[in-house]
C-alpha cells in the first residue's frame, strides 16, 4: 500500500467516523442522522476510489468507476437532505423525499446512464512512476457529457438554494446552513486544488495523494456547523482562521530571517552554527509573537467589522474600567446593562440576583417592563446552578439533553430570552444575566458567550462590593437621619480629634452651626463640651450622666446630662470620640419646683414631728409644774420633779440637735481614708451592745482597693446609725454582717459596703420613706438617723440600696468611688 492507496482509506474511515460520532451525539435529532447519511455516501464514494486503485484489471476498475459515478451523483441529493433537516427540524424523512423528488429522479436515471456502453468506452490502466500508483484512465462515451450536465444541473439547484436559505433565514438555521456551503467550499476547492491545479502548474503530481484530505475538511467543518456545543459564526471562524494564517505567516518570516542573520553570525565560532541559529530563531519568534498575535487580531478584526463580530479584548477592557469603579449596586447594573446591550445588540436584557425566595430583578435599574422572577426550583436557576455556562436555548436543541435541560430551555424561551448566563461567587450562583435575542439575528456563539461568562464572572466581584458599598451607603444616610433627628445632642470627633459630627439638637442647644464646626479641632466645641471631649480623648475613659450647665450663643441657659466615650475598633484602634448630651432643663425646672414642694411638706412634717417630740416632755413639765406649788413641801416630790424636768429638757436638746444635724449638716472634709478601717471602728462601737442583745458579728472584707475621699467622723457616723438601726431590728438576737467588695459604678472602680440583719424587716410600702425625717416604725426614736445618714453618703458623692423582707431581715448596699494611692485627687 503506498501513500495514495493510505490517504484515500483513511479519508474513508475518518469520513464514517465523523458521521458516527455526529449521529451519536445526539441521535434524536434529524440533523444528525441526514449528516451520517451524507458521511456513507462520502464513504461509500472514497471506498470506490479505492477499489478503483486496487483494481488489477481494467474490467474491475470498470466497474468501481461505474459505481464511483453513481455513488457521486447521490451526494447533491444528501446536500439537499441535510438542508432540509436544518431548515425544519420536525419536517419527516419521506415528505423530504418527496420534496426531493426532482434529485432522485436525476439520481436514477444518472445510474442507468453510468451502467451502459456509452458511459465508459473502455478503460485503460497506467503506471505513475513518480507515485508508483496505477491509474486507470477511463474513456468516457457520449452519455458521461449528459450526466456531467445533470450532475452541474443539480449543483447548481443546490446553490441556488443555499443561497435563497442563508438570505431569509436568521440565527442558529443560518449558522448551520453557512457551515455547510463554508465546508463544501473549502474540501471541494482543497480537492480540486491538491489534485488538479498544482499538478497541472508543477506538472508534478505528488501533492495529489492529498486531495482525498480535502473531503475529510469538508465533512470536519459541516460537522462543527450541526453537533458542536460551543459553536460560533462562520464570521468568526473565518477572522480566526485568516489571523492564525497571517501570525504563522508574520511568524515564518521571522524565524527565517533571524535563521539567516544568525547562521551568518555564527558560522566558524560554534561547532554546530545551525543547530545554534535554528535556537536564536526560535527565541526570536517566541518574543515576537504576543505582540503579533495582538496586532494581527485587531487587524483581521476590522476587516470583520461589517460582520457583526464582536471585539472581546475591547470589551473585557471596558468591563474592566466598569467594574473596577466602586459604586452603588444600581448605578452599577445601569452601567454594566448599558454596556452589555450595546455590544451584543441585544433587544433587551436584565439582571436577577438571589434574594429569600427565590431571584428577583431589581426594578429600579434597568427600568424594564414586566419585571421578572424565578423561583428557587426553577429549571433554569437548577441548570445554572449544576452546568456553570451559558444556557442558549437555540444551541441546547443540538444535543442530546435531559428533561430538566430541555424544561430550562422551555422556560427561557417563554420569558423572551435567548441566552442565561450564571453570576457565580465562591462557588455558589448568586445571580444571572438574561439577555433577549440580538437585534442582527445573528447567535450567541462560542466568542460571545465567553465575553458575557467572562464578564458575569469579573461582575459577581464587583456586584458584591457594590452591595457592600450600597449596603454603607444606606447605613450612613440611615445613620446620618437618626443622628440628625435625635432629640439627644451629638457631637463626635474623628481619630484626629477633629469635629466629624454635630447634629441639629446640638446646634439648637448651644446655638452654633454645625458648618462652623465640621472638621475643626474639638477645642473648638462650645465649653464645657470642648473640656468634656477633651478629657475624654486623652484619658481614653468614658464618663456618663454628668450634668453640667451651658450658655448658648443666645445668653440661655440649658442644664444638660451628658455622656462620653471613646470609639473604638478592631484592635482596639482609636476611631475617636462620641460625645451625647441630653436638655434636662425642663426637668431642672421640674425637680426645682418638686423641692419647693417637698420643702413645704418637710416643713410641715418637720414642724408636726418636733410638736409631737417636744409635746411630750412640755406636758410632763406642765404636770409637774403645777402640782409643785401644791407639793412643794415633799422632799420626794421635789427631788422627782428636778430629775423629770432634767430628763425631759434633755429629750428636747436632743430632738434639737439631731434636727440641726439633718437641716443644716456639716460640711464633709474630704481626704483619703480607708473605709474599712472605719467599719472596723464602727464594729468596736457597738460590740458592747450587740453583746448584751446575743447579736452576733460577721465581717468579710473582700475589697482589695477601699481608699475612698470622705470624713472619717461624718462616715462613722452614719454607719453607726446604720448598725444601731440593724441592732434594733433584732430584739431576739440574731446576725449582723458587714462586706465589702469592689466593683464598677458607671465604668468606674468602687468599693461596695453591705450591712445585712436578720431582723423583723421593713414592709414594702414602708421601705420608700425611710429616709424621710421623723419616719419611724419603732415604738422609740426620733426617726432621724436614717435620714441623717442617708444625708452624710450623699456629700460623700454615695449611693445607698435597700433590700428588706419581712421576717428575713435588711440589707443596705452603700458604694463609693475609690481612688488609688498616689493619684492627684488622692
Not at 388 to 416: D, K, N, S, W, Y
Not at 628 to 636: F, I, S, V
Amino acid at each position: 500500500m503506498n501513500f495514495f492507496h493510505f490517504s484515500i482509506l483513511s479519508a474513508t474511515i475518518t469520513v464514517f467516523a465523523l458521521g458516527l460520532l455526529v449521529f451519536f451525539t445526539n441521535s434524536g435529532r434529524r440533523a444528525n442522522r441526514r449528516y451520517l447519511l451524507f458521511s456513507v455516501i462520502i464513504a461509500l464514494w472514497l471506498f470506490c476510489q479505492w477499489m478503483v486503485l486496487n483494481a488489477q484489471e481494467a474490467e474491475d476498475a470498470e466497474f468501481w468507476i461505474r459505481q464511483a459515478s453513481r455513488v457521486c451523483i447521490l451526494v447533491p441529493t444528501a446536500f439537499f437532505l441535510l438542508r432540509l433537516s436544518l431548515l425544519d427540524e420536525s419536517e419527516g424523512f419521506w415528505h423530504s423525499v418527496r420534496r426531493s423528488g426532482i434529485f432522485i429522479l436525476v439520481n436514477l436515471l444518472a445510474a442507468l446512464l453510468c451502467g451502459t456502453d456509452l458511459f465508459i468506452r473502455e478503460v485503460v490502466l497506467t503506471r505513475d512512476t513518480e507515485l508508483n500508483v496505477v491509474f486507470a484512465e477511463p474513456r468516457y462515451g457520449p452519455l458521461f457529457h449528459l450526466f456531467s450536465l445533470m450532475y452541474i444541473a443539480l449543483v447548481a439547484v443546490l446553490i441556488r438554494h443555499f443561497i435563497r436559505d442563508i438570505r431569509s433565514t436568521k440565527s442558529i438555521r443560518q449558522v448551520e446552513l453557512k457551515f455547510v456551503c463554508l465546508g463544501a467550499i473549502v474540501g471541494i476547492s482543497t480537492g480540486i486544488t491538491l489534485g488538479i491545479i498544482i499538478p497541472a502548474i508543477s506538472g508534478s503530481s505528488k501533492t495529489a495523494p492529498l486531495a482525498p484530505y480535502g473531503v475529510i475538511l469538508l465533512n470536519v467543518i459541516i460537522a462543527y456547523g450541526i453537533a458542536t456545543h460551543r459553536i460560533m459564526d462562520v464570521s468568526h471562524l473565518l477572522q480566526r482562521a485568516l489571523g492564525y494564517i497571517v501570525l504563522s505567516a508574520y511568524l515564518a518570516v521571522i524565524f527565517l530571517f533571524s535563521w539567516w542573520v544568525a547562521d551568518l553570525l555564527f558560522t566558524g565560532w560554534f561547532a554546530m552554527p545551525d543547530i545554534v541559529a535554528c535556537c536564536v530563531a526560535a527565541v526570536v519568534t517566541a518574543i515576537f509573537a504576543p505582540p503579533l498575535k495582538d496586532r494581527v487580531h485587531r487587524m483581521t478584526g476590522k476587516l470583520f467589522d461589517d460582520a457583526g463580530n464582536i471585539d472581546t479584548a475591547e470589551l473585557m477592557r471596558r468591563a474592566s474600567d466598569l467594574l473596577r469603579t466602586v459604586s452603588t449596586l444600581p448605578s452599577l447594573l445601569n452601567q454594566a446593562s448599558g454596556l452589555v446591550l450595546r455590544t451584543m445588540d441585544a433587544e433587551r436584557g436584565m439582571f436577577l440576583f438571589r434574594q429569600p425566595d427565590g431571584f428577583y430583578r431589581p426594578p429600579p435599574e434597568l427600568k424594564e417592563e414586566n419585571p421578572l422572577e424565578l423561583a428557587e426550583d426553577s429549571p433554569v436557576v437548577r441548570v445554572l446552578s449544576q452546568q456553570r455556562r451559558p444556557l442558549v436555548p437555540e444551541i441546547e436543541g443540538r444535543l442530546r439533553t435531559t428533561e430538566q435541560r430541555a424544561a430550562a430551555c422551555a422556560e427561557l424561551q417563554a420569558l423572551g430570552m435567548a441566552i442565561g448566563i450564571g453570576i457565580y461567587s465562591k462557588g455558589y450562583l448568586r445571580g444571572m444575566l438574561l439577555l433577549g435575542p440580538r437585534r442582527s439575528e445573528r447567535i450567541y456563539g462560542s466568542p460571545e458567550q465567553n465575553a458575557l461568562q467572562s464578564l458575569c464572572n469579573q461582575f459577581a466581584v464587583a456586584v458584591e462590593n457594590a452591595q457592600l458599598y450600597t449596603e454603607v451607603q444606606n447605613s450612613k444616610i440611615y445613620n446620618d437621619f437618626l443622628v440628625e433627628h435625635l432629640v439627644t445632642g451629638v457631637a463626635a470627633t474623628d481619630s484626629r480629634g477633629r469635629v466629624s459630627i454635630f447634629n441639629r439638637e446640638a446646634e439648637r442647644i448651644t446655638g452654633v452651626p454645625s458648618s462652623a464646626l465640621l472638621g475643626s479641632p474639638c477645642s473648638e466645641l462650645p465649653e464645657p463640651l470642648n473640656e468634656f471631649m477633651e478629657e475624654t480623648l486623652a484619658t481614653g475613659k468614658g464618663r456618663r450622666d454628668c450634668d453640667t450647665l451651658i450658655r448658648s450663643t443666645a445668653d440661655e441657659e440649658y442644664h444638660l446630662r451628658l455622656g462620653a466615650a471613646v470609639i473604638t475598633g478592631r484592635g482596639e484602634a482609636r476611631l475617636g470620640g462620641l460625645l451625647v448630651f441630653h436638655d434636662v432643663s425642663a426637668v431642672h425646672r421640674l425637680q426645682q419646683q418638686v423641692r419647693r414642694s417637698d420643702r413645704l411638706a418637710s416643713a410641715g412634717t418637720l414642724a408636726a414631728g418636733m410638736a409631737h417630740e417636744i409635746k411630750n416632755p412640755l406636758v410632763t413639765i406642765k404636770t409637774f409644774t403645777q402640782l409643785l406649788p401644791e407639793r412643794y413641801e415633799d422632799p420626794d416630790f421635789r427631788r422627782n420633779f428636778s430629775e423629770l424636768v432634767g430628763h425631759e429638757v434633755g429629750r428636747i436638746d436632743n430632738t434639737v440637735n439631731q434636727l440641726l444635724r439633718f437641716a443644716r449638716p456639716q460640711p464633709p472634709h474630704l481626704v483619703p481614708v480607708h473605709l474599712q478601717e472605719i467599719l472596723q471602728r464602727v464594729q468596736s462601737l457597738v460590740a458592747e451592745n450587740m453583746k448584751q442583745k446575743g447579736i452576733e458579728s460577721r465581717t468579710r472584707w473582700e475589697a482589695s482597693n477601699d481608699l475612698i475621699r470622705g470624713d472619717a467622723s461624718l462616715l462613722i457616723q452614719a454607719f453607726l446609725n446604720f448598725c444601731l438601726n440593724a441592732i434594733e431590728a433584732m430584739e431576739k438576737g440574731g446576725v449582723l454582717s458587714m462586706e465589702t467588695r469592689n466593683e464598677r459604678r458607671d465604668g468606674r472602680p468602687a468599693v461596695r459596703v453591705e450591712i445585712a440583719d436578720t431582723g423583723c424587716g421593713i414592709p414594702r410600702e414602708d421601705v420608700p420613706r425611710i429616709f424621710d425625717p421623723f419616719f419611724t416604725g419603732k415604738d422609740e426614736g426620733t426617726g432621724l438617723g436614717l435620714p441623717v445618714a442617708h444625708g452624710i453618703i450623699k456629700d460623700h458623692q454615695g449611693e445607698v440600696e435597700v433590700r428588706s423582707a419581712q421576717g428575713e431581715g435588711t440589707s443596705f448596699f452603700i458604694s463609693f468611688e475609690t481612688v488609688n494611692e498616689g493619684d492627684p485627687d488622692s
